[in-house]
């Protein structure tokens, strides 16, 4: 590794303990992670559910794929509003890995930004196409609005991997397509994108099954419970794999370094991979979820609990890759407590106004073209 390639250490050093500063990147991430989850698994679900409908409004699907596109519409904003603390914070911890990675790939970086905007127009593209008084039902939108998404997803993924690994961001002058050969890049990225699809389409079904078990269009919302389910059931699957081949294509160093980390990464670890195999048996137990109502809020609240703790692991897995440099540099600590605890007091001020806003758009959602 050259160490020239690192920027140097912020000289006004850390304003708190180091590990306050990785329990709120991880609890920050997670947030971002569920609204991230809804917005792309929402988008794809969306359009497949649309397409497979043949554009008739009258299917469940069509229904679905309006329920979804209803919910990114918040869902976006709260992807881009959560995704600001962990950016943040990772400046606190790794400004040298993170933004020298950003600056290394600089125009796809920000091309980031104009897929963002595209494909959050794309959303609501299609919903004003949409209206009852329109024929052309937008359905293309759809499509770009998943393809945006996933586009971003890809350059998340790829500036994870370079921030992670200085010792190959001199491989970055022959070009920056190098990380799409990464032996971890793919699974990574499948990894996502199985819990996006899957964690939309549980919500899904959890909605579904509440409307019908209220008796409101019974027929409909069993039929997108049942057809969301077995999406739930099949992406859990194969995030499983997914997630043992992602383990067995680790550096060797830092599969060792999980190894032996004791119980501080192999608990969260193996409660993961047991949260995983749980999820499946739990979700091939049931055929018609609108007659397990409380299987299906528990199975919803294990993917969450099984997300927040595989973003333990991520974020373990990062120290481990980063091992090596961050030995080399020690950060200062420059407490300021006044700047934190005017964080902590607008964190929760704004978790409770989110709160809010979820419960008013379950108990009084807008329909039609007020949806809009």
């Known amino acids: ?22 329990v709120l990147l991880v609890l920050t991430f997670f947030l971002h992670l569920l609204f991230m989850n809804l917005s792309l698994g929402g988008a794809i679900l969306a359009a497949v559910g649309h397409y497979r409908s043949g554009g008739r409004r009258d299917d469940f699907r069509a229904v679905l794929a309006s329920r979804l ?16 603390a962990p950016l943040l914070f990772i400046q606190v911890l790794y400004q040298q890995y993170f933004y020298a990675a950003t600056i290394l790939i600089a125009p796809v970086w920000f091309g980031m ?30 499509i770009v609005s998943a393809v945006m998404f996933f586009l971003i997803a890809m350059i998340h993924v790829a500036v994870n991997l370079i921030h992670a690994q200085p010792e190959k961001w001199a491989s970055l002058a022959d070009g920056s397509w190098f990380v799409l050969a990464d032996p971890t890049y793919w699974p990574r990225l499948l990894h996502f994108g199985f819990a996006g699809i899957g964690f939309s389409a549980l919500v899904a079904t959890w909605w ?24 739930v059931l099949w992406t859990t699957a194969l995030q499983v794999v997914d997630g043992f081949v992602l383990l067995m294509v680790l550096p060797r160093p830092v599969l060792l370094g999980m190894m032996r980390g004791g119980a501080a ?14 999820l499946l048996m739990m979700l091939a ?24 703790i595989m973003t333990i692991t991520r974020h373990q897995v990062r120290a481990i890759y980063l ?22 007091v607008l964190l929760v001020a704004g978790l409770a106004t989110v709160g809010f806003m979820v419960r008013r758009v379950l108990t009084s959602p807008a329909s039609g073209v007020d949806a809009a």
């Open 1 to 22: 590794m050259n160490p020239n390639l690192i920027p140097a250490v912020d000289p006004a050093g850390v304003p708190g303990p180091l590990w306050l500063f990785h």
């Open 69 to 84: 596109v209803g919910v990114n519409s918040y869902g976006i904003s709260l992807t881009i509003t959560t995704g600001v």
């Open 113 to 142: 930004l104009v897929l963002l905007i595209v494909g959050y127009y794309a959303a609501y593209f299609h919903k004003f196409r949409s209206a009852p008084d329109r024929r052309n039902s937008g359905g293309v939108w759809l």
């Open 208 to 231: 579904s099954v509440r409307r019908a078990s209220d008796g409101d269009d019974v027929e409909t919302n069993t039929a997108i419970a049942r057809w969301t389910w077995r999406w």
């Open 265 to 278: 990464t192999l608990v969260p670890l193996t409660l993961a991979i047991v949260l995983g195999i749980g």
């Open 285 to 308: 137990r049931v055929t018609n979820p609108v007659e397990n109502p409380g299987l299906v809020t528990g199975t919803l609240a294990a993917m969450t609990l099984t997300i927040a």
């Open 323 to 344: 091992e090596p440099s961050t030995a080399q540099f020690q950060i200062g600590v420059v407490s300021q407590w006044g700047n934190f605890v005017l964080f902590a």
